[in-house]
T-cell receptor, first 111, second 114 residues
């Protein structure tokens, strides 16, 4: 969908381990976003990027970091995963004023 | 803080019925509003985007309206089909220049019965 690839699609890991999720786009869009989706909370923004090396925090950024060294890649890192970070993670892309387009998500389980 | 509410949370209708999904938001200072569809286990598919200066947008059997002053949007689906079964989410973007941060509602789960 809209040239967005998220990897991995599924991951199970243990509490305290580092985890990195990758979002890759082929659309050359300026903006990239990481959301998490949880029952009872809907979709919430974690971090977003408005250009290479330009990032900002979203609504639920604690415990997460991001990096964007190339236009096409946006990485989300959980430095030390906790069970509360079990969720479905979505990457999205857009250009200013244009609709956001979403990837198919990564289902992350932290035991 | 912007809050987005979607009512009802779930809706079941027979095939062929026209239906309306509702979205309300607390802060009328928005840049645009976007409607999405989400199928189980999938990401979100953008359906319609309405700029704050617009009153409605149409795509096929879908029509979305926006009343910014009252903080409301509706998604009208004409002649519903079983393939329309999905969760529909609305999201608003605040009127700011940095990024395109969206605030989402929790969605309306629609089931269209054959």
């Amino acid at each position: 969908d809209a040239g967005i690839t998220q990897s991995p699609r599924h991951k199970v890991t243990e509490t305290g381990t580092p985890v990195t999720l990758r979002c890759h786009q082929t659309e050359n869009h300026r903006y990239m976003y990481w959301y998490r989706q949880d029952p009872g909370h809907g979709l919430r923004l974690i971090h977003y990027s408005y250009g290479v090396k330009d990032t900002d925090k979203g609504e639920v950024s604690d415990g997460y970091s991001v990096s964007r060294s190339k236009t096409e890649d946006f990485l989300l890192t959980l430095e030390s995963a906790t069970s509360s970070q079990t969720s479905v993670y979505f990457c999205a892309i857009s250009d200013l004023g244009q609709p956001q387009h979403f990837g198919d998500g990564t289902r992350l389980s932290i035991l | 803080k912007q809050e987005v509410t979607q009512i009802p949370a779930a809706l079941s209708v027979p095939e062929g019925e026209n239906l309306v999904l509702n979205c309300s938001f607390t802060d009328s200072a928005i840049y645009n509003l976007q409607w999405f569809r989400q199928d189980p286990g999938k990401g979100l598919t953008s359906l319609l985007l309405i700029q704050s200066s617009q009153r409605e947008q149409t795509s096929g059997r879908l029509n979305a309206s926006l009343d910014k002053s009252s903080g409301r949007s509706t998604l009208y689906i004409a002649a519903s089909q079983p393939g329309d079964s999905a969760t529909y989410l609305c999201a608003v973007r605040p009127r700011e220049t940095s990024g395109s941060r969206l605030t989402f509602g929790e969605g309306t789960q629609l089931t269209v019965n054959p």
